[in-house]
């Protein structure tokens, strides 16, 4: 009898700590669960500063947050959650948009369309992310070479001469113009020939986009 009500308190303590555990674990998933919310998917060309907690907004209110963020071939794979309220048709497209200048994004989803999304996801044709640096390098590149530079600078001067006789002020801004374009004249050919080498660097790096989405599953992991 003695060696049972010894053992008594010690099975007690244990049970009640098994049921405390037990206990914490429950409100620890009641915490992290999405109770109320729908699981969707999205494909991305780049995820643009998205980052894993951003925000989901509709019509600039908040129905879910970003949960996941994969490399999926040469696609980028959101997971995120919505209001299970909010009905997302065939056509609901996705953009990435900054939040604030400290560098915050978040998702804007506009739910469109009949019925719902296929396998709810929203596919890459239907997502959109913000203008990126290769495509400004590339674009501003062709652009260069489609003007002749002097012959710009040579028609602002022209326009700034005929001018004169407006106030001082524009003339100056005119003439400010023609000066700037002046030195662009003379370093187009170091511009070309950055251009040309920022195009050099981003085929590369697209040559090489296996070896590099390898690279950064291997560190992920």
Not at 114 to 142: C, K, Y
Not at 148 to 158: C, E
Request: net charge positive.
């Amino acid at each position: 009898m003695k060696g049972i009500g010894m053992r008594s308190p010690y099975r007690v303590g244990l049970a009640g700590g098994a049921v405390l555990l037990v206990m914490a674990l429950f409100v620890g998933y009641l915490s992290s669960a999405t109770i109320g919310k729908a699981h969707y998917t999205g494909y991305l060309e780049h995820t643009a500063g998205l980052r894993v907690s951003e925000d989901v907004q509709v019509a600039g209110v908040s129905v879910g947050e970003i949960t996941g963020i994969s490399l999926d071939d040469k696609k980028v794979r959101i997971e995120f959650t919505v209001d299970k309220k909010i009905r997302l048709g065939s056509r609901t497209t996705a953009a990435v948009k900054v939040a604030t200048l400290l560098g915050t994004h978040y998702l804007e989803i506009d739910p469109t369309g009949p019925g719902a999304l296929n396998h709810s996801t929203i596919p890459l044709a239907q997502t959109s992310v913000p203008f990126n640096l290769q495509d400004v390098i590339e674009d501003a590149g062709t652009s260069l070479q489609q003007y002749d530079s002097k012959k710009l600078s040579q028609s602002f001067t022209v326009m700034a001469d005929a001018l004169r006789g407006t106030p001082e002020a524009t003339r100056r801004a005119l003439i400010g113009v023609s000066d700037l374009s002046k030195v662009a004249a003379d370093r187009s050919e170091q511009m070309r020939t950055l251009l040309a080498s920022a195009r050099a660097v981003t085929g590369e790096l697209a040559r090489n986009s296996k070896e590099i989405i390898t690279l950064l599953k291997q560190s992920n992991l």
